[in-house]
């Protein structure tokens, strides 16, 4: 498994990371040390293991239908960068 | 264009009217101010721990019910990675490859056809919030959160439709159904039913999977039948000048009656699908399953074959009056308590709609009721009021919800049978046409109808209509 530059790039996009030409070469490294872990697992026989979708033994835990209080305004957007009126205030996407 | 044929597929999203949010406790409400509607769960702060809403899940499963799924015994929640400024988490909470609703269908009626449109899956999910951006120009833009964690549910049909028409009817029915189990208002002008459309041509008769394109951007149902019926003439444009249809993602241009390309939001779609780990796997018991399909109402197919055998009408007017279940509702609470139900689906589909449509109503919101228009109905065959009057009548109980009797003595609209009164106006009306009087005696049936005419034109049509026919009859 050899990640290459462009999937590095294509990742940090994804994360909206801008990332240096000299960490892109350091995350590859690392990266690519995470998916070598991975296939090293990957050799197990897993043919009579079922799939695990939670590592918790719990299932069906729901809560009902019932209102309860929201947060008040000023604690919304009191960590927010920017704000503008009762929004929080973005740079523009489209 | 004739030689080919379209394949498209719906993709439809309905806010559920639960209420409270998908996997916390603020208030599932429309309208509120910005950003007042929100918790530490919704706004995606660290640590928090989303819970199912028992009603979501309730929901969900009555919708894939009534919409002929099988329900998955096993099923979890997944996250949808992607970052844009309306999705607080940088993912939204969704399910991937295990759907808790598959391999469903809903008929259609389309020209007197029934055709089977299969439903791949339903699933659930959150909605994001809500962009406004700034005025011209501008290098911001506004984030709400109040419809963060909204619960949503994805319907996925086959791409079994052929015809923007199609399209439609699907709309239409899955809009009948949701709205029966009372599950979504379905309200795609105020959001609350979203869809967007896959769509590729193919020379007709072959099983050719061509390139297809994405349309967005439709609020209408008319808009996504008018968006379909554009895109197909300029696929088939393409195809036919030895091009290629590129597969992309298109906006419906309402303005200028067209597709036109959108710019993608991201390089790629790359969502990074994974288990959600603060969500726990649903397992669904078949009692549950069970239970909730015995709760299910009568749905809109069934009414419709009971509305035709139950009250004899005809297949065409059970459809349009099963279409809604308030207006089945209202057709049925007189059609119970009337002897002639076929005369009261002609004033409900009739007067009574074309009024709703007129005043721009919700069934619900209308002050007549099914009481007061067998009422007047039954004054009709007393004799108290004529047909003719009836629909004045009508009208007046329509906008103001008072009772036919009141209307009809507040305005003088009782019926004229005084045979001595009638006698009288036909004389005068005989008298002042001996011209028309005579065409008739040469033959002329027109004649006739112009002198009843003129009597219910004196009597401001208040003229009871078998006494005035008898009563010309016998004097010319
Ligand atoms: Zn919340």
New binding site residues.
Partial sequence: MKLSKKEVEHVALLARLALSEEEKERFRAQLNSVLEYAEIINQLDTEKVAPTYHVLPIQNVERPDKEHE?LPLEETLQNAPQRDGNYFRVPRII | MDNYEAVIGLEVHVELHTKT?A????PNEFGKEPNT???????GLPGVLPVINEALLEYAIRAGLALNCEIAAFSKFDRKNYYYPDLPKNYQISQYDLPLCRNGYLDIEVNGATRRIGITRVHMEEDAGKLVHGEGGADYSLVDLNR??VPLLEIVSEPDIRTPEEAKAYLEKLKSILSYIDVSDCKMEEGSLRCDANISVRPAGTDILNPKTEIKNMNSFRAVQRALEAEIKRQCAVWAAGGTVESETRAWDENKGTTVPMRSKEEASDYRYFPDPDLVPIVISPDRVSRIRRELPELPDARARRFTSEYGLSAYDAGVLTASRALADFYEACARNYRDPKLVSNWVTGEFLRLVNARNLEIRDVKLTPAHLVEMLELIDKGTISGKIAKTVFEEMFDTGKRAEEIVKEKGLVQISDEGELSRIVEEVVTANPGVVADYRNGKEKAFAFLVGQVMKATKGKANPQLVNRLLKERI
């Avoid at chain 2, 509607?37 to 706004?43: A, E, H, S």
């Fill in positions: 929201t | 949010k996997f916390c406790s603020c509607n929100v918790c530490p769960i919704c706004l963060a964690g």
